[in-house]
């Protein structure tokens, strides 16, 4: 099994799939498929929670892209590129498919006492330690983003997971800077909460 995935990896010859692309040859676009398209839907699920909107997306963001690849820049790597376009195609359509008010993060965020002392402290003893079960914590993070309303979503997702610029992820959402930072502070704040949760009940 081993060889034949090198055997695979070997024969993937990308300028030589982009020019066949060009020139329209389906086989190539299967390959590309094949090779990307796993890594592409799991990039558009964490930014659209509905699996068809997720896959429509991909579908969305590989037909963009094959109108785009005379502007493609043979120096750049294609994963890098079709990455770029289904996080793109993701933030579009969660944007024109939104028809729920946005949910609250406040039941997310830390609970505070009268005398300023938060309500529930992270207790170590229930917590993962972020040296040695850093995998487990990543893994628990990555399933809770999900549960973040969307736009606190967008926003952890292009900053922290995509590590986009505080203006970059302005601009993609068309909001302003500020509320990109307070956003992020409370997505982040919300995902201990949900991580917290998730691995005491492991």
Known sequence: MHHVMNAVEVSWDERSVVERLRAGDQDAF????????????????????????ARDAVQDAMLSAYRALD?????????????????????????????????????LLPAFTADGHQAAPADPEQFPDAITERNELRRLVRESVGRLPSGYREVYVLRD?????????????????????????????????L????????
């Open 161 to 193: 997971i995509e590590e986009r610029s505080t203006e970059e992820t302005a601009k993609a959402l068309g909001i302003t800077a500020n509320a990109v930072k307070i956003r992020l502070h409370r997505a982040r704040q919300a995902l201990v909460t």
């Open 30 to 53: 299967e390959e590309v498929v094949r090779r990307y398209g796993s890594r592409m839907l799991s990039v558009a699920r964490r930014i659209v929670r509905d699996e068809e909107d």
């Open 195 to 202: 991580v917290r949760a998730r691995y005491v009940r492991r």
């Open 71 to 107: 502007r493609f820049e043979g120096g750049a790597q294609l994963g890098t590129w079709l990455h770029r376009i289904v996080v793109n195609t993701a933030l579009m359509r969660l944007r024109t498919r939104r028809r729920h008010p946005e949910e609250s993060i406040e039941p």
